[in-house]
């Protein structure tokens, strides 16, 4: 009896101190250079979406922030991270309005579900260009039920409007629970990291990957940053 | 019954006939220097084609009328001349009709064709591609950057695939999804087609043109009203072909010019 209390106690404590331990890091992403100014996109074509813009909305390949951040990229932990096959029950939503697409760049787990909604009084056909992943493209009628669909394998997608040739955004889909989108000053932040080892990669669309290695020892916050170089075209 | 059948006939021509000869629905008003040729010879096919289909139906109603019901005794009339007659009847008619249509067609042809472009008219470049319309002024320095197809990028912007970066001529050019001309001044389009077939219509402009992947066409025109004008894709080119559209908007000189700087700028 004593040994089991003593196996069960031993136990707790041990659980107890791996979730007690669990650091964050933390940091924002800049840039360096002059990024291209952001294009105003005209939707006469379509004036259903034309008139829900008050003042024309611009291009987001490039979005910056205050104190020369870059938003969208996507950091995640690409390597270290001890809970990756946990796939998430509640799926992730990519939303069609205004003719554009909100969020510009969705992170999903493998095989966790995506919901494609519409919101607009127009179809769409939306085609996301996987290279990895089956490659498909749907209509989307206005007042239809959601598309569901999931992909299989991690990759980096492209996704554009068969019908409207401005709509552009971006699915990443990785094997990590553990993952931020930059956003404001380029801040981002990934909590609840055990200790251990991690390589954290952040990626952004046009220019480029970068990776860095980090150490957690405790539940401190470990600071990390990363700037990219702007290009001019 | 064969009677009533003739009748019919003759009712159902004189019904049909009676929209077209009240202009019921007219062609939009003319905004071009060269529309009045073409509207001309719309009206000469609409009157040749319209007499000789009246006429026609009434001559089917008319024997059907006597000649029907024969009696017992009655002989068979033949067409004067047999079948060889018949033959040469209807090619004599059908083919001065024709021919006569295509001789007094060919000016207007040639306006729009086999005139040049003048010296001074304003280019502008429209691409066509699934599913809209995109335009491309010169800019400040009157010269078209370079195409590169492998450089387009629509999530950017990048519509005609320019190379801003290494080549000077594209970095003024002003790309617009909006196509605004001065009125009254001569604009020569130099068309083509990023993936498949389209056809650029302006109802208004008497304009219709279509693209075809892998040529360049050429097409000039005089606008005479201020207005805005729709342009619909008239070939069928896919899912979005019903939604692809841009706007044609003439305005004067000065407005446009203030347009051009505005977009410039952006």
């Known amino acids: 009896m004593r040994a089991k209390q003593l196996l069960l ?40 979406c034309a008139k829900q813009h008050a003042t024309p909305v611009t291009t987001e390949t490039v979005v910056t922030g205050p104190n020369n951040g870059l938003e969208n990229v996507v950091v995640y932990i690409s390597s270290g991270a001890p809970d990756d096959s946990q796939v998430p029950s509640q799926a992730v939503t990519f939303e069609q309005k205004g003719c554009q697409y909100i969020p510009h760049v969705l992170v999903m787990h493998t095989n ?50 068969n019908v ?70 | 019954m064969a009677k009533l059948f003739a009748i019919t006939l003759v009712v159902i021509a004189i019904v049909s006939a ?61 067409f004067p001349g047999g079948a060889k007659g018949l033959v040469i009847a209807a ?21 729009v064709y086999l005139t040049p472009p003048s010296a001074d008219a304003l280019p502008i470049q429209v691409q066509a591609g699934q599913f809209a319309f995109y335009f491309r002024y010169p800019g400040p320095d009157g010269k078209f950057g370079g195409l590169h197809p492998e450089l387009i990028n629509e999530g950017t912007q990048n519509i005609f695939g320019l190379d801003p970066e290494h080549d000077v001529a594209a970095r003024d050019d002003i790309v617009t999804a909006e196509l605004a001309i001065p009125v009254n001044k001569e604009v020569h389009l130099l068309m083509h087609s990023k993936d498949v077939g389209h056809s650029f219509f302006v109802r208004e402009l008497r304009v219709q043109q279509d693209f075809v992947p892998g040529l360049d066409v050429s097409l000039h025109f005089t606008a005479t ?21 841009a706007y044609l908007e003439v305005m004067s000189q000065p407005d446009f010019d203030n347009w051009l700087k505005q977009q410039a700028g952006q």
């Open chain 2, 225 to 245: 009203k201020v207005g805005k004008y729709e342009i619909v894709c008239t070939q069928l080119c896919g899912l979005g072909h019903y939604n692809m559209k």
């Open chain 1, 164 to 233: 409207h040739p401005w709509m552009h955004g971006e699915f990443a889909v990785l094997t990590t629970n553990h993952y931020d989108v930059s956003k404001g000053g380029g801040d981002f932040k990934l909590p609840n990291l055990p200790p251990g080892k991690y390589t954290i990669t952040a990626w952004h669309e046009d220019y480029g990957t970068q990776t860095a290695d980090v150490t957690i020892t405790g539940n401190e916050t470990k600071e990390q940053n990363f700037t990219f170089k702007a290009k001019a075209y």
């Open chain 2, 91 to 111: 090619l004599l008619v059908v083919g001065i009709e024709v021919m006569a249509l295509g001789i007094f067609g060919v000016k207007a042809w040639a306006n």
């Open chain 1, 112 to 161: 966790q579900e995506l919901k494609i909604v519409n919101d607009d009084q127009t179809s769409h056909n939306i085609h996301p260009l996987a290279k990895v992943n089956r490659e498909w493209n749907k209509s989307q009628p206005p007042g239809t039920p959601p598309i569901v669909d999931k992909y299989e394998k991690p990759e980096f997608i492209s996704v554009k409007c």
């Open chain 2, 18 to 78: 009676i929209p077209i000869l009240r202009h019921t629905w007219a062609a939009p008003e003319d905004i071009s220097t060269h529309g009045a040729l073409i509207d001309e010879q719309m009206s000469e096919t609409m009157a040749e084609a319209g007499i000789s289909f009246l006429a026609a139906q009434f001559i089917l109603a008319f024997f059907v009328w006597k000649f029907s019901n024969p009696g017992p005794d009655a002989k068979i009339k033949r």
């Open chain 1, 9 to 48: 106690t031993v136990l707790v404590l041990l659980v107890c101190s791996s979730l007690m331990f669990a650091g964050t890091v933390s940091g924002r992403v800049t840039y360096t250079g002059t990024p291209v100014k952001a294009k105003p996109i005209d939707m006469s074509k379509e004036p259903s």
